[in-house]
T-cell receptor, first 116, second 110 residues
Framework: GAGVSQTPSNKVTEKGKYVELRCDPI?????LYWYRQSLGQGPEFLIY????????DSGLPNDRFFAVRPEGSVSTLKIQRTERGDSAVYLC??????????????FGPGTRLTVL | KNEVEQSPQNLTAQEGEFITINCSYS?????LHWLQQHPGGGIVSLFM???GKKKHGRLIATINIQEKHSSLHITASHPRDSAVYIC????????????FGTGTRLQVFP
């Protein structure tokens, strides 16, 4: 009974580099969410997928951030030209996505990104 | 002003004490979540509420839709309850994204 998994668990990179963060949702969950949590803050929404399409990407901070979910399961969050301010824990969550309450989101352990 | 505000930000308690964490929100919602986050760990969903009250073990969550307020109560607190407790709401008019409070850091001492 696998939950949501994220890889890597920790990523240290240098300013200006490109990084990819991966999320494996719970099997059968059609909805997938990416959130970002800075130190001492609550998570902030980045992007939400329903199936393969991004239903809401209004939380992506700028065009350096991009996410894909080509087959409607695994998703990759891509960050170009990383900046020190991108350092945070990136959380992924998935839910059944049926649109009927309750639709609990199940969170992964997060990827801690540190940009030096 | 944040759309979801929690109080207190930090809370310490002695084992056995009754604990209350409050959440107020300013937007219309379809549901409110209480989540638990242990240091270095992932987030676990404790409750999802759209009205009334829910109870699970020593945890009780209530919501007052008219007052836009929810409370999370922990009875007979234990050191293993030490964690960050986060309130998050799902809006009525937008997508299924959650809007989070900044969390309440709870430490329970033996």
């Amino acid at each position: 009974g696998a939950g949501v998994s994220q890889t890597p668990s920790n990523k240290v990179t240098e300013k200006g580099k490109y990084v990819e963060l991966r999320c494996d949702p719970i099997s059968g969950h059609t909805a997938l969410y990416w959130y970002r949590q800075s130190l001492g803050q609550g998570p902030e929404f980045l992007i939400y997928f329903q199936g393969t399409g991004a239903a809401d990407d209004s939380g992506l901070p700028n065009d350096r951030f991009f996410a894909v979910r080509p087959e409607g399961s695994v998703s990759t969050l891509k960050i170009q030209r990383t900046e020190r301010g991108d350092s945070a824990v990136y959380l992924c969550a998935s839910s059944l996505g049926t649109g009927v309450l309750p639709d609990t989101q199940y969170f992964g352990p997060g990827t801690r990104l540190t940009v030096l | 002003k944040n759309e979801v505000e929690q109080s207190p930000q930090n809370l310490t308690a002695q084992e056995g004490e009754f604990i209350t964490i409050n959440c107020s929100y300013s937007v219309g919602i379809s549901a409110l979540h209480w989540l638990q986050q242990h240091p270095g760990g992932g987030i676990v969903s404790l409750f999802m509420l759209s009205s009334g009250k829910k109870k699970h073990g020593r945890l009780i969550a209530t919501i007052n839709i008219q007052e836009k307020h929810s409370s999370l109560h922990i009875t007979a607190s234990h050191p293993r309850d030490s964690a960050v407790y986060i309130c998050a709401v799902k809006g009525v008019y937008n997508t299924d994204k959650l809007i989070f409070g900044t969390g309440t850091r709870l430490q329970v001492f033996p």
